[in-house]
């Protein structure tokens, strides 16, 4: 048998609850059911397409506050529906389990603004009505709108964020992992004992930033802790990834450069005692694909028509903290401190872009990003996947909306079979939890991870 | 047609995501699926039980601690399912809906420990997905032992905990109603406009306990503010309650003084404005039924073996803040301060009970309770609710578990078409929301509710 071309990939649908993600203007397209996202029967079929198609995960992006960055104000958010509105992606996914066996869900929440007593149990209910098949995404916010929103001025500086998710995560640890120990349920009905009190256990945290105890109010799920997401670009961001994270989500264009900011925080996983192979590098990607050429760029072109300028932009701005409805060039020289991220010339460099350039965030193609495009036949797309696997040494990718969901039927039935029979892509799911059919290495967390270190 | 023999009843079956509620220890009974309490299959035949038999809601309790009272340890509360293990409700809920098409759901929320931006943005998505067959049960919290858990030393003082709470259902309702108008989303696809930006708006609240400024994130949903449900019996939950409830849990047997107690809150609401038909009165019941008396009778002795004493104990000790394991008979002068609630001497006049009865909550039976309980047959049973319904004024129940869900089953189809044949209960659900459900006016909120002084 040859060697597959590259490791298998794993493939994501990215999403969020909103009509607009990304691609904005979509749901305005004909056939596009984005404005469904109100309804379950339209997850419900998401989540169906993406489990035909082997998929890993329908994993969900969040944000707790509206961007207003461009033009200092949320008009075009509003109007174009940039990632607005946005309702709870918690709420959609037990109906979305429901419908499917194998397919798993990943969920960003918010850990600045719900005690981690409250977030340990959605997750650990998240774990039990999936059978084990949900992850969270650690996010702390970037928006001052959700700050205000939540009560507060601001939030707080980058830097205290992190250093309060990791006080956050030590109690969450305890909960998932301490409270209870695998033999405390018993279901003894002769005696009417449900569980063993000597086997649950209350914890308790003094922190600098979290104070509390109590028994966690669930008992153990599949995996316990769930698989933990992150995506953090900075270098505080990036360690705390090399601690926590089982899979990372890597912004950037797949370069030799990619593959040297991923072999450095397997590395630092490795010198805090984890296995460096316990960590996933998922990339995000667009992909237009159709049997052939012609009909492929017949396709990309029927969906840039629809992708809106303003929207884009709004979006953008409020990501960058950078109103990119400004004139810029009066800024070049870096002088001036950019809303939260920075000058602009740090933003331009971390881009990879020139100011000229910057309007081309408002265009559907591979101009607009820092991430992956490709438009093609199944065949160019597998070739270029695969060419992207091997030359940043991800693990796979998470496609991003651009049929609502066309491009997703697009990608299992054309896309899927090809890379398959290139022998890079799964014939059936693996077994049990969401982690092991990641890993292969069981429904529990992996050794050397800090969670072990609160296990009872 | 002759006049029915009281108002329409409204049943309801009452709920916790957790093995173990009210008669603790049902779940070793034979036939019950009460363990099954982690599995959505679980929950959609619930659903659909309760559903055939034309229910109004499927209501879920919630507690955010553990009850630590009784021997001042969780151990019982552990050993016997005292409402322990306890997930969270609001993640079975969509799944249920999804499952039925006119059932509606309560679930309780309480709102010392979230912001309500993100409260309000989780019913708007409850809303969204269940077409509007949701209700927020409004509830400030009781334990101790969820402020510890929560992050805090206990938690605060009873009155104080209304007066945030009036100020939280301030921002909640300009969250709610105050945020988008009517017509903001137009989904307009020639221009790309989702929705208007000048129907949208910005709310703020600068308060005592609350100081916020942000855009809702969520579109209208059908009900915008969810059924409110309230449970207050002191008199400033009363207060409450005649303000903002639309349903009410009432404790206490059907009696004079309790029509008395609900007459007196219709009055303090017709005074702020309210009509006072626009709240409905609901109190908890168990009933124990089959064909004939003998088998009812049967029934209910069984039962009985599987209702666990030490577990009732615990759980009416948490509720109470009494610790029913000691020898009380030192406390009756009511010197002592008993934790949390007042003194004994009060405690007993609030359960009309006497010392040396206090041992009765430990056993399955109207000596248990001050909870309406009937074991008879479905003619019986049917007396019995309409002769309580008169007596006391209120507009239905909330049936206890009793049978997981056996007990559903029987009243479904025993009772059910019993009632249906005296002309008091209904034989269809009414079209739309939960709230034109319940009161025939319409899917959004009633003149006179505080709710509306927010709407744009």
């Known amino acids: ?49 993406s489990e035909r198609g082997l998929f890993d995960s329908v994993f969900f992006a969040d944000t707790s506050g509206v961007h207003d960055v461009y033009e200092g104000s949320a008009r075009a958010t509003i109007e174009r529906a940039g990632m607005f509105p946005m309702n709870d992606p918690l709420l959609v996914i037990p109906t979305m389990a429901h419908a499917t066996k194998n397919l798993s869900f990943g969920v960003t929440a918010n850990l600045s603004y719900e005690p981690p007593y409250a977030l340990a149990r959605r997750f650990s209910t998240l774990d039990h009505l999936t059978n084990g098949r ?5 996010v702390t916010g970037f928006q001052d709108s959700a700050a205000r929103a939540m009560g507060r001025d601001k939030q707080h500086e980058h830097d205290r964020r992190y250093d309060i998710a990791e006080e956050y995560m030590e109690v969450v640890y305890k909960l998932w992992e301490g409270s209870w120990e695998d033999d405390a349920v018993v279901l003894d009905k002769a005696n009417s004992i449900y569980a063993r009190a000597d086997r649950v256990h209350e914890v308790s945290h003094e922190g600098e930033h979290f ?25 505080r961001g990036r360690t705390f990834a090399a601690r926590h994270a089982e899979c990372l989500f ?8 990619t593959a040297e900011r991923i072999r450095s925080v397997r590395e630092e996983a490795r ?26 760029r017949d396709k990309y072109e029927m969906i840039s028509r629809y992708v809106d300028g303003e929207g884009m932009l709004a979006v953008r701005s409020g990501l ?23 000058t602009i010339t740090e933003f331009l460099l971390k881009e990879e872009k020139s100011l000229d350039r910057l309007k081309d965030y408002a265009k559907f193609g591979p101009q607009a990003g820092r991430e992956c495009f490709i438009v093609g036949t199944p065949s160019q797309v597998a070739d270029t996947l695969i060419q992207w696997m091997n030359e940043a040494e991800i693990d796979g990718f998470n496609l991003h909306r651009s049929g609502e969901p066309q491009h997703l039927i697009d990608f299992v039935d054309l ?9 890079v892509y799964k014939t059936a799911y693996r077994e049990g939890s969401f982690r092991n059919k990641l890993f292969g290495q069981g429904d529990r967390i992996g050794s050397g991870h800090p969670a072990l270190n609160y296990r009872v």
Request: charged share 20%; aromatic share 8%; with cysteine.
């Open 1 to 49: 048998m040859t060697k597959p071309p590259c490791k298998e990939i794993s493939v994501n649908a990215f999403y969020a609850n909103s009509p607009g993600q990304n691609w904005i203007g979509l749901w305005s397209m004909p056939g596009s059911r984005a404005a469904e996202y109100k309804s379950l029967d339209y997850w419900v079929d998401v989540a169906r397409i």
């Open 134 to 138: 949900i992850s969270w995404n650690i």
């Open 211 to 235: 104070r509390m105890r109590g028994i966690h109010l669930c008992e153990p799920s599949m995996q316990r802790t769930p698989v933990l997401f992150q995506a953090g670009g900075s270098a």
């Open 250 to 257: 890597i912004n950037g264009l797949p370069s030799k450069a």
């Open 271 to 296: 010198s805090l005692g984890r296995n460096p192979e316990d960590i996933k590098f998922i990339m995000m990607a667009t992909i237009v694909t159709a049997p052939t050429e012609a009909e492929a």
């Open 320 to 342: 960058s903290g950078i109103d990119l409805s400004r004139d810029l060039s009066g800024f070049v020289n870096g002088s001036e401190k950019a809303r939260g991220i920075g």
């Open 415 to 423: 896309v899927v079979p090809e890379l398959q029979n290139r022998g």
